[in-house]
């Protein structure tokens, strides 16, 4: 079945830092590839997405482009926030799954002043 | 454009009530998903309806859980007796279509504890 499977946490980086957090997948066909953010209390909400090979999803400074080849959709941003401290969670939803997702175990950042 | 509502946000029981959920899609979504998150067990999807219809429900738990989606703009999520371990955070979520290329929406939660 399909898989997500993400950079174990957490993440701690001083402010201004590059932050990468990996994600590569496994699926049959050619799903769609997502980034969702949970900020506390709160529930998750989309961050990009992209729908086909090749395609960068980006938002907020965020970047991340769907590799077939090696089946991931890394998470970049070139320069990180206090208030990027959040959890992430990477996922995927194919066509065949009636809109049905997978989602990955999450990833908590902290980002430090 | 009003998001995912869930009731209540907050909900303590004690073992062995009743316990109901309850979530109104986002207007003229045709998905909705139910999902558990616990730390120790993460974000587990319970079940999702597409156009009112319960398409899988392989991820709910027991027989103690039961849902219902009487119309497009309505969903319960029931448990029945409720257990300390079923305390956790409950997510209902919903999404335009039933594509695989359709952002699902979030509602802020219900967290709920079993004493």
């Known amino acids: 079945g399909d898989s997500v499977t993400q950079m174990e946490g957490p993440v701690t980086l001083s402010e201004e830092a590059f932050l990468t957090i990996n994600c590569t997948y496994t699926?049959?066909?050619?799903?769609?590839l997502f980034w969702y953010v949970q900020y506390p209390g709160e529930g998750l909400q989309l961050l990009l997405k992209?729908?086909?090979?090749?395609d960068k999803g980006s938002n907020k400074g965020f970047e991340a482009t769907y590799r077939k080849e090696t089946t991931s959709f890394h998470l970049e941003k070139g320069s990180v926030q206090v208030s990027d401290s959040a959890v992430y969670f990477c996922?995927?939803?194919?066509?065949?799954?009636?809109?049905?997702?997978?989602f990955g175990d999450g990833t908590t950042l902290t980002v430090k002043p | 454009d009003a998001g995912v509502i869930q009731s209540p946000r907050h909900e303590v029981t004690e073992m062995g009530q009743e316990v109901t959920l309850r979530c109104k899609p986002i207007s003229g979504h045709n998905s909705l998903f139910w999902y558990r998150q616990t730390m120790m067990r993460g974000l587990e999807l319970l079940i999702y309806?597409?156009?009112?219809?319960?398409?899988?429900d392989s991820g709910m738990p027991e027989d103690r859980f039961s849902a219902k989606m009487p119309n497009a703009s309505f969903s319960t999520l029931k448990i029945q007796p409720s257990e300390p371990r079923d305390s956790a955070v409950y997510f209902c979520?919903?999404?335009?279509?039933?594509?695989?290329?359709?952002?699902?929406?979030f509602g802020p939660g219900t967290r709920l504890t079993v004493l």
């Open positions: 309806f597409n156009n009112n219809v319960p398409i899988d």
């Open positions: 979520a919903s999404s335009r279509r039933t594509s695989g290329t359709d952002t699902q929406y």
């Open positions: 996922a995927l939803s194919a066509e065949t799954n009636a809109g049905k997702s997978t």
């Open positions: 992209a729908t086909k090979a090749d």
């Open positions: 699926a049959t066909g050619y799903p769609s």
